[in-house]
């Protein structure tokens, strides 16, 4: 396997690198890399948590000339979380560069600092096609210079009706450009958009499953409706996790399970449609700085969600499909680290799991716990229950991951150990004040 440096990275993103502690690329990185220092067009099919971000980042910066104030790199993506985490990327690769700038624009931000912002000259904008448009229609936005394009999570914008946006925004940029497309599924409209608008693109792809649930404990956990809230508690009592992200079908279904995780002394906190952006934002600070525990997300929510240090995701309602089965799950057991993912199944789900694992081709471990009979218990024993909860000061935190690869980000910073006790991890079982 090469190094970063062998594979054309110069000196200073390899120090960048090497401060986040990654010394080793990545099976996309090696792969893609090379292509985009070759002018390439590239198609590169992979899941999320693969390092493909990197894959080009690293030599976007490289290829960026300081000189020009303009910009140069485009990277379009579907969700605002999913820019917000790329432009961050981008920022801590530029610690020691001087006179490159990103910005992130997307929906939600005051329109009027972000046409301040682009006024003040910026390389790199990395956006959603929506608020990307918006800037071009009142022509507070030049692309006629760009020379790279990304389109990231190519199918996500197909699912969720950004294509015709970002045809819209391609017309605007120079034919000769490089682009560069990344999907975790190849949909017949997508591959239809390649043929559109690159040229004899090189097509990459990097096997979904088995990098996506390798490493990853799966298990489900049969349950009633009725249970299933006590069955959840039960495991995250017993499975300790450091951070975890807890899916739910609906944001109502959400909102009304963070309200019943705080009332029980969880630290959590939730991620829906409904939060407006500063929200969503201090929310996702929160949970990245192991600030909260637990975060309860819809799927639409946690789009492009990629945060380091989760131990276990908990399907609270089962998806519909393996494809977003495996998009949930990917989100633990990043780039060769340990993860468990635990799908909560009532009797009139199981068809959904029949499909899931038909789709993923494995058959997931199946079992019970001893709270499946929650709703059996007296009304005074269950109370009791929930108040040794809330009054007996246990950890309920876990240990943070090891890795078993350098291919993606290193540990936090030691400021967020430090806050949380000498061991990383907060004194007290009970939650913190919020």
């Not at 020009?68 to 990327?89: C, H, M, S, V, Y």
């Not at 990304?150 to 045809?167: K, P, S, Y």
């Amino acid at each position: 396997m090469n190094n970063f440096q062998a594979l054309g990275v110069g000196s200073e993103l390899c120090e960048a690198l090497r401060v986040q502690g990654i010394a080793v690329p990545t099976p996309i990185q090696e792969k893609v890399i090379p292509l985009v220092f070759n002018k390439k067009d590239v198609i590169a099919q992979a899941q999320t948590g693969t390092g493909k971000t990197f894959a080009f980042v690293l030599p976007i910066l490289e290829m960026i000339n300081p000189q020009k104030d303009q910009i140069q790199a485009l990277i379009i993506t579907p969700t605002r979380e999913l820019a917000i985490q790329i432009t961050a990327e981008v920022k801590k690769m530029l610690k020691n560069i001087e006179d490159v700038d990103v910005l992130a624009v997307y929906g939600g931000q005051d329109v009027k600092q972000q046409m301040r912002k682009l006024k003040g000259g910026r390389q790199i904008v990395v956006g959603t096609p929506g608020r990307l448009l918006d800037h071009l229609r009142r022509e507070t936005i030049t692309i006629s210079k760009v020379s790279m394009l990304v389109l990231d999570e190519a199918d996500q914008m197909l699912h969720m009706g950004f294509l015709n946006e970002v045809e819209e925004i391609i017309h605007k940029i120079p034919s000769r450009r490089q682009t560069m497309l990344f999907s975790a599924t190849m949909p017949q409209q997508i591959k239809k958009l390649a043929a559109n608008y690159m040229r004899s693109p090189e097509e990459i792809v990097i096997k979904g499953t088995g990098i996506t649930l390798e490493g990853i404990k799966q298990r489900v956990v049969e349950t009633t409706d009725r249970a299933k809230q006590e069955t959840l508690f039960t495991l995250l009592d017993q499975h300790r996790p450091y951070l975890a992200l807890i899916f739910c079908r609906t944001k109502i279904r959400a909102i009304k399970l963070n309200a019943a995780l705080q009332e029980n002394g969880y630290d959590s906190d939730e991620l829906h449609g409904d939060l407006s952006q500063a929200k969503r934002e201090r929310v996702m600070k929160r949970f990245r700085e192991a600030k909260i525990q637990f975060l309860v997300a819809t799927d639409v929510a946690a789009r492009g969600l990629d945060v380091e240090g989760v131990t276990n995701i908990y399907n609270y309602d089962i998806p519909h499909d393996a494809e977003s089965y495996i998009h949930r799950i990917g989100r633990t057991g990043r780039a060769g680290g340990d993860g468990m993912a635990v799908t909560l199944l009532a009797p009139k789900d199981r068809k959904y799991l029949d499909i899931i694992e038909k789709g993923i081709k494995a058959s997931i471990k199946k079992g019970k716990t001893e709270s499946s009979q929650t709703s059996k218990k007296p009304a005074d024993e269950k109370k009791t229950v929930q108040s040794e909860r809330k009054k007996n000061p246990r950890t309920r935190w876990g240990d943070k991951p090891t890795k078993r690869n350098n291919g993606k980000p290193n540990s936090r910073k030691k400021s967020v150990q430090r806050a949380r006790g000498t061991k990383g991890r907060p004194k007290s079982g009970r939650s913190r004040s919020r």
